[in-house]
């Protein structure tokens, strides 16, 4: 089975799943499924695993996830906060009861230095710089590229929680300093709001991508 990870503590409950199935393999999981499967394969394919991951996690198939005009998912009763992500060959889900939670998956790849101006800051460069002085963290892989997503994916992140159309990460969110390890926190924090809430980064990071997740405090 191609859960990849699950972790539950501290009301978060979050897990990824790799996704190796076709479309029909997927469907097998679930009871109900009714999906053209000829109509764009991969996006179903995306739906399917979500609603698989979702069953694996909490054991329920009928819970059904709303999204709103900003494209941020719900459900209907309120009784648990949600949020999705995916990216090549993966989709990852969180849930929290009481509180809203964010989280995203960026799959490794170098071409994020090439538009990293849009959304690093000048006081955020120093983090990145010292990622690059230290050893591999994880062979093969470039600490600059991991450092360099995950200021993309913390700010896509805290994005969710806001779940506005439009935000601006480059000068709406900051990442404060860190050292980059294979996993931890930092802090970040949104700018766009009188609130300014400072958000909490959980992250990860594998072979294949970069995970991190936030609750909010509010």
Known sequence: ????????????????????????????FLIHSHFDYTNNRQ?????LAVR????????????KIEYYLSGKPYFSDNKWHISISHTKGYVAL????????????????DRVRRVSSRFIRPDEESTVSKAI???????????????????????????????????DLLNNMRVYPFDL??????????????EKQIFQIHYFLHPDFVFTYTVSST
Do not use: C
């Not at 190796?20 to 097998?28: A, I, Q, R």
């Open 1 to 28: 089975m191609p859960l990849l990870y699950k972790k539950q503590g501290s009301g978060v409950l979050y897990g990824i799943w790799k996704v190796t199935e076709s479309n029909e393999e997927l469907s097998s």
């Open 43 to 47: 996006r179903i394919q995306e739906k």
């Open 52 to 63: 698989v991951l979702l069953k694996t996690l909490l054991k329920d198939e009928e819970r």
């Open 94 to 109: 969180a849930l929290h009861p009481t509180s809203e939670i964010g989280l995203d998956i960026e799959q490794y790849n």
């Open 133 to 167: 002085e230290l050893e591999e963290i994880i062979p093969s892989r470039s600490n600059e590229i991991y450092a360099m997503l995950l200021h993309w994916s913390a700010k896509e992140t805290i994005f969710k929680i806001m779940g506005e159309i439009d935000v």
């Open 181 to 194: 390890r294979q996993n931890g926190t930092f802090q970040a924090q949104e700018l766009g709001s009188a």
